[in-house]
């Protein structure tokens, strides 16, 4: 779908019904569609609420263009080399890669196609975060087994490491393990709501148990956090979302938090480009998400949570753009970036296009001679 700003210098809104009786309205700031092509990247973010994976790109001339496809409780996404991506499903991990030579477009917008070619069965792992490591081995956040894991040919996962505070392996969602960080392609740090070792005991601890965890050591590096999300080592830093107070920061040498930036929303969602965070916000659910710093921080902003995309400048400190959705749904889940692409679209596993988009790789002539 195409959004297209009612006068140049307004943001855009637009009324979409996306499927059945889910509504959603649309808007973002006028520089969005700019910056996006002038760094020539485009985004992916992923609603596990709505059941959609979503591209957002600009097109030449005529705005942010935004492409969804449905996907079973889409959760973690991370790029997997300049051509490809791995997605978490509600039961299911699975590689897309681009089809696309650069030179091709589909309906002569999009500069990306980005196919489901390979899906592990893992079953109802609540797998959160993924990453790719320096192997190709696909690493993932095991919620309800409290661990780390990958793929196995055989099994639902294979387990490659937990913390020390779990006692056992046991589909519990002890701590909420959730969150991933990557360094030189190998795990290096993870978030979790608490240190809990009872089944569901994170639900207890979610306002100061939360902490970040070295993987490599074991050892924990920041502690007293609420809801952690989303770690990322970016620039020699360990940055994450410490989602209950809505605050986007970084861990000091002295293992305390520093926030850097309050967005308005439980923050869930983060990758980087250059000086630039992109944040993934939510409003908070009622019932299990009530009572945590962020509705103070709100009431003392004057300001109600929202749903959507902020890019944050590091240097500044400031949101100089941003990307809302209102109406039925309120969480995101992750975010991506997706360079050296304008306007990305995917295909859902499940739509017609995967049965009808036939491509073929390169192999040895077909042509004899005599």
Same mark, same amino acid.
Request: hydrophobic fraction near 40%; charged fraction near 20%; proline fraction near 5%.
């Given at each position: 779908?195409?959004?297209?700003?009612?006068?140049?210098?307004?943001?855009?809104?637009?009324?979409?019904?996306?499927?059945? %009786?889910? @509504?959603?309205?649309? #808007?973002?700031?006028?520089?969005?569609? +700019?910056?996006? =092509? &002038?760094?020539?990247?485009? $985004? %992916?973010? @992923?609603?596990?609420? #709505?059941?959609?994976?979503?591209?957002? +790109?600009?097109? =030449? &001339?005529?705005?942010?263009? $935004?492409?969804?496809?449905?996907?079973?409780?889409?959760?973690?996404?991370?790029?997997?080399?300049?051509? &490809?991506?791995?997605?978490?499903?509600?039961?299911?991990?699975?590689?897309?890669?681009?089809?696309?030579?650069?030179?091709?477009?589909?309906?002569?917008?999009?500069?990306?196609?980005?196919?489901?070619?390979?899906?592990?069965?893992?079953?109802?792992?609540?797998?959160?975060?993924?990453?790719?490591?320096?192997?190709?081995?696909?690493?993932?956040?095991?919620?309800?087994?409290?661990?780390?894991?990958?793929?196995?040919?055989?099994?639902?996962?294979?387990?490659?490491?937990?913390?020390?505070?779990?006692?056992?392996?046991?589909?519990?969602?002890?701590?909420?393990?959730?969150?991933?960080?990557?360094?030189?392609?190998?795990?290096?740090?993870?978030?979790?709501?608490?240190?809990?070792?009872?089944?569901?005991?994170?639900?207890?601890?979610?306002?100061?148990?939360?902490?970040?965890?070295?993987?490599?050591?074991?050892?924990?590096?920041?502690?007293?956090?609420?809801?952690?999300?989303?770690?990322?080592?970016?620039?020699?830093?360990?940055?994450?979302?410490?989602?209950?107070?809505?605050?986007?920061?970084?861990?000091?040498?002295?293992?305390?938090?520093?926030?850097?930036?309050?967005?308005?929303?439980?923050?869930?969602?983060?990758?980087?480009?250059?000086?630039?965070?992109?944040?993934?916000?939510?409003?908070?659910?009622?019932?299990?998400?009530?009572?945590?710093?962020?509705?103070?921080?709100?009431?003392?902003?004057?300001?109600?949570?929202?749903?959507?995309?902020?890019?944050?400048?590091?240097?500044?400190?400031?949101?100089?753009?941003?990307?809302?959705?209102?109406?039925?749904?309120?969480?995101?889940?992750?975010?991506?970036?997706?360079?050296?692409?304008?306007?990305?679209?995917?295909?859902?596993?499940?739509?017609?296009?995967?049965?009808?988009?036939?491509?073929?790789?390169?192999?040895?002539?077909?042509?004899?001679?005599?």
């Amino acid at each position: 779908m195409l959004l297209s700003a009612d006068t140049p210098s307004a943001a855009a809104d637009e009324d979409i019904a996306e499927t059945g %009786a889910i @509504t959603t309205k649309h #808007s973002f700031s006028p520089g969005l569609p +700019g910056r996006l =092509a &002038g760094l020539e990247i485009s $985004l %992916a973010f @992923t609603s596990y609420q #709505s059941g959609m994976l979503n591209m957002l +790109g600009s097109q =030449a &001339g005529h705005g942010p263009q $935004l492409h969804q496809s449905a996907v079973g409780k889409p959760m973690g996404i991370t790029i997997d080399g300049m051509n &490809g991506f791995v997605l978490v499903g509600a039961n299911t991990i699975t590689r897309y890669r681009n089809v696309l030579n650069p030179s091709e477009r589909i309906d002569h917008i999009f500069d990306a196609c980005y196919m489901p070619r390979e899906t592990w069965l893992t079953g109802g792992l609540d797998a959160h975060d993924v990453a790719v490591d320096a192997d190709g081995q696909v690493i993932f956040v095991n919620t309800a087994f409290n661990c780390l894991a990958t793929l196995s040919p055989v099994h639902s996962f294979t387990p490659v490491w937990r913390p020390r505070f779990i006692s056992a392996l046991v589909n519990e969602d002890r701590c909420h393990l959730n969150g991933l960080a990557m360094e030189a392609g190998r795990p290096a740090f993870v978030t979790a709501a608490s240190r809990s070792d009872t089944i569901d005991g994170w639900r207890d601890r979610r306002d100061g148990g939360g902490v970040a965890i070295d993987v490599r050591s074991g050892e924990i590096v920041c502690s007293g956090l609420s809801m952690p999300h989303s770690p990322r080592v970016h620039r020699g830093r360990l940055w994450l979302l410490n989602s209950g107070t809505g605050e986007l920061g970084r861990v000091g040498d002295n293992g305390l938090f520093e926030p850097a930036v309050f967005c308005p929303g439980f923050v869930r969602g983060l990758a980087f480009h250059d000086n630039l965070a992109f944040v993934a916000l939510s409003k908070p659910r009622h019932e299990r998400f009530d009572g945590l710093p962020l509705d103070r921080r709100l009431a003392e902003a004057d300001s109600d949570s929202w749903c959507g995309l902020q890019v944050i400048d590091l240097d500044t400190g400031t949101c100089v753009d941003w990307f809302r959705i209102d109406g039925d749904v309120i969480e995101l889940y992750d975010v991506a970036v997706m360079a050296g692409h304008l306007c990305p679209m995917a295909v859902s596993p499940s739509s017609a296009d995967a049965f009808n988009l036939i491509t073929i790789g390169e192999g040895p002539s077909t042509n004899t001679s005599t």
